[in-house]
């Protein structure tokens, strides 16, 4: 079956500009979480919705990013006014009823 | 905060040679689980130990948990080319217990 889905794959964007990157979860799974992924690092938490509610976003770095997940499925994380240190991979996974996570391949962005 | 740390940070091995992989929390963990990611791509949810001592195998691969509950091992037996990557291991969160917080990964390369 279909597994989670992410885009755009990469995405370059000047310093200052916003971005908005897309999540698909499996169909189903209402908890969906946003990771970041330093090169040669673990994946970061950011962020943790059951279904449409954003139960935990203590991980988000500072106000400019933002997520939301309004009909429980698609999610979106949002950056705005990027930074050179927000060039990192941002992972999408979701999970059935909170044991292991799926992840989609992730949105390389670069910040230029 | 939680802290989850693994070691070593890089592995090299001849084909055929055993590999271990060791991750230490800084608090008691509810469950461990572990994740494998291939060069370029993403986590992959290997398996969850849930119990105190628990051992468990899949194949060539053996997971330990514990008996503090804090440490966790992988060990893999004569190692494959396909076993390269970066395998890390990932407690549930202390504020939130189905967000993930994960070590540093050992990545692992493979000569054949």
Redesign the interface.
Known sequence: GAGVSQSPRYKVAKRGQDVALRCDPISGHV?L?W?QQAL??????LT?F?NEAQ??K??LPSDRFFAERPEGSVSTLKIQRTQQEDSAVY?C?S?LA?????????TRLTVT | GQQ?MQIPQYQHVQEGEDFTTYCNSSTTLSNI?WYKQRPG?????LI?LVKSGEVKKQKRLTFQFGEAKKNSSLHITATQTTDVGTY?C?GP?E???????????TQLTVNP
């Open positions: 908890s979480f990771y040669g690092q673990g994946p970061e938490f943790y059951q139960l935990d203590s991980g992972l996974a999970s909170g044991y292991e996570q799926y992840f989609g391949p992730g | 989850v689980q791509g993403h986590p992959v949810f969850q890390f990932a969160g504020t939130s217990g189905s967000r993930l917080t994960f070590g540093e990964g």
